[in-house]
């Protein structure tokens, strides 16, 4: 049972115009979002975060929006770049009170950007 | 960058033999994670390790095994590889994550593995 979906394989966005990447989650007791970026041959990069008692969290470009009655969560980026392209990994944690935090991930949705 | 390396970087083997992937990270994390990166399915945690000789299972260990005996290395193990364990295999590390704040992981280069 997927905990965290991302229902589009991929993507395709004009450079400049705004990419939006939406996941969807069903576990109410994850309380931390995070979206990371993969590149091929490369691990994932952090991209930005977001608690669960927020709705939105911008850092640049990435702006991350949760609505949490939905168990919803997108990140949009403006302008889009043609660094962008890449698969983009929803994940979110369960705090387990260890200190470590073993993420749940999507699998993921592949952004292109087009001249 | 994080320094964290992955060795080998690709490996071929057969079913039935025993395969070890090394993580080492120069960041002094205490917390160091073991992913697997399958078509369709993501990324899924293997094992985790919040220490020295401190690890537990995560939501697919089966067929895998851990040790840590130093901050910078994690080992992950196949003890007898099956093809079904054909993946990328990523490392992950981190601070101590809180209730109120979840710590970005850093992830190493990974690991292609395939079994033949």
Redo the contacts between chains.
Sequence with gaps: DQQVKQNSPSLSVQEGRISILNCDYTNSMFDYFLWYKKYPAEGPTFLISISSIKDKNEDGRFTVFLNKSAKHLSLHIVPSQPGDSAVYFCAARMYSGGGADGLTFGKGTHLIIQP | DAG?TQSPRHKVTETGTPVTLRCHQTENH??M?W?RQDP??????IH???GVKDT?K??VSDGYSVSRSKTEDFLLTLESATSSQTSVY?C?I?E???????????????TRLTVL
Excluded: C
Aim: aromatic share 22%.
């Design positions: 964290i205490r917390y994670y992913y369709g399915h993501g990324l899924r945690l985790y390790s919040y537990d995560g939501e990523f992950a981190s101590l994550a809180t209730r109120l704040a979840a710590n970005e992981q850093f992830f190493g280069p990974g």
